[in-house]
Every structure is written in structure tokens, then in C-alpha cells.
């Protein structure tokens, strides 16, 4: 090969390579995202506004439980599938949902309302106001869009199934948020 040939497959190999690229997620963004929906629903100053009416407020609370894993009930992930089929959200898989994550809790940053801790601290007597899980997040392929899906029970029979959708211009901001379940 001489070098004009060498040059020009260069050239064409940069081209495709820079045209190939999409966009690039940080985990940082990931953390974002839980904290909005921290913030959201969990982030007022009364138990009451927290819970939706649903919280013992004779109790005091100072921690929220998260579990730190995003290994979803098959209901859960049928649930959401059915979602993402009637609302016509084909930019998103099914998929995306069932990856496994595990969540590091200290890395959930501008959230103080409630102390963060997993289900699987020892020792832990605190109150705490009931437990949260995330799912793996679901982006579409410009990243501009996303969409999590969050479990919170406060016990018995005592829980919700939430659907957060995101939209990104600056940072990410809570777009929609749809209740799946109730119970």
C-alpha cells in the first residue's frame, strides 16, 4: 500500500469512527437521576407529604431503606413491559430493566431529608419511613430520555409501583411521573 491509499482509508476509517459515536453517560448522571426522584417523593418536610397520607405520623422517621439492587419481581418487569407496549415507548427495552445494578448508596448525592441506608446495614434500629427500590434505568440512544422504575412499600400491604420519565436539556429533570400499581 503506498501512502496516498494509507491516507485515504485513514480518512475513511476517522469518518466512520466519529459518525458511529453516540453520546456518552456517566455514572454520575445515573446518581442524578435517583436523587431527583429522591427529592420528588421523598424529600418534603413532613412524613405526612412523604407518604402521601399513607405514614403513621404519630412516628417519627429519620431514615429511608433502599435496596441496593435492581432485581425486579417478574410482575414488576411484566407491569412495565406492558407500559412501555401501550404508551408505544419503543425507544426503551424491556431489557434495559432487567440488567442487574447494584446502587451505591453514598454515592446519591443532594438528598438529605431522610439517612440513606440499605436493608443490609446491621445494627440499624433507626425509624425508618419504608423502602425504595430502583430499577436499572432505560435510556433511549441519544440519551436524551429515560426512564426508571421505582418500587416503595412502607409495609403489610403498603406500597406503590412508580414510572419516572426524564428529559435532559441542561441536566436531567422529572418529566412524568405514573403510578402503576397501589396498594
Known amino acids: 500500500m503506498n501512502k496516498r491509499t494509507t ?3 485513514g480518512l475513511i476509517f476517522l469518518t466512520l469512527l466519529l459518525f458511529s459515536c453516540k453520546p456518552v453517560l456517566n455514572e454520575s448522571e445515573e446518581y442524578q437521576i435517583i436523587s431527583e426522584i429522591l427529592n420528588h417523593s421523598y424529600g418534603h418536610e413532613t412524613d405526612d407529604e412523604n407518604g402521601l397520607g399513607w405514614i403513621d405520623t404519630s412516628e417519627s ?10 432485581n425486579l419481581r417478574e410482575l414488576d418487569i411484566e407491569i412495565l413491559n406492558d407500559y412501555l407496549n401501550f404508551n408505544n415507548l419503543s425507544d426503551f427495552a424491556i431489557e ?4 442487574y445494578r447494584e446502587w451505591d448508596i453514598k454515592k446519591i448525592k443532594d438528598y438529605d431529608r431522610y439517612r440513606l441506608e440499605t436493608e443490609t446495614d446491621k445494627g440499624n434500629e433507626s425509624r425508618y ?12 440512544k441519544d440519551l436524551d430520555h429515560a426512564i426508571i422504575y421505582t418500587t416503595y412499600y412502607c409495609g403489610g400491604e403498603c406500597g406503590e409501583g412508580l414510572v419516572f420519565r426524564f428529559i435532559k436539556t441542561d441536566k436531567w429533570t422529572i418529566e412524568k411521573v405514573e403510578t402503576l400499581w397501589v396498594s
Open 7 to 9: 491516507f485515504y482509508l
Open 61 to 70: 422517621y429519620n431514615s429511608l431503606r433502599v435496596r441496593n439492587h435492581t
Open 96 to 99: 434495559d430493566f432487567q440488567k
Open 129 to 140: 419511613i419504608g423502602s425504595i427500590q430502583f430499577s436499572s434505568i432505560s435510556f433511549n
